[in-house]
């Protein structure tokens, strides 16, 4: 199974992501793992889309991978079987992504090994890199740009799911068969 878990920042894709590939017994992949640098620098775009490659090749038998990006969308749309897009109400995605730049800020843990990028309450609220405006700034945009790749006819080939609520999320994990590591799911 190759799946692409999208939504809003704060929305919850990473949590989903990594009950996915536990259910499924496949690497789980961060796409942010990937693209952020030591003191808040990006990746090319060459390198990154290499680094998804490479990882998306490194787990031909499946995997999950939790990010938008979509500049990458040929790399992993390409062989994807399903995009789950978690996309709850704006409130609740505003809630979670506050929630969480708290939580980050004061608790000052490293966001992906060998950076040094930690989050703190100036960078969370006061700053033009806000993990919580980018939320707010792109929530409308990601419902417009997933509704279209919905009706998108090159996307044919994907089942996409679109999940409305927490209460929708848990069903549909616990609808989901256990891997057998033995048989593709799918």
Request: net charge positive.
């Amino acid at each position: 199974m190759k799946i692409n878990v999208v939504g809003t920042s704060g929305s919850g894709k990473s949590t989903v992501g990594r009950q996915l590939a536990q259910r499924f017994a496949v690497p789980y992949i961060e796409m942010d793992k990937l693209y952020w640098r030591p003191n808040w620098q990006n990746a090319a775009d060459e390198e990154f889309l290499q680094q998804v490659e490479q990882a998306l090749q490194s787990a031909p038998a499946g995997w999950v991978l939790d990010g938008n990006y979509t500049r990458t969308k040929a790399v992993k749309w390409r062989e994807v079987d399903w995009v789950i897009w978690v996309d709850y109400g704006f409130c609740r995605t505003l809630y979670q992504a506050v929630r969480r730049a708290v939580w980050r800020a004061r608790n000052k843990i490293e966001l992906w090994p060998g950076t040094g990028n930690v989050d703190s309450f100036s960078r969370c609220f006061f700053s033009r890199e806000s993990v919580i405006l980018w939320t707010i700034k792109t929530y409308r945009l990601n419902r417009k740009k997933y509704l279209a790749e919905l009706q998108n006819p090159d996307n044919r080939h994907i089942r996409f799911i679109q999940l409305r609520s927490p209460a929708e999320t848990a069903a549909f994990l616990a609808s989901l068969p256990e891997a057998t590591g033995s048989e593709p799911i799918g």
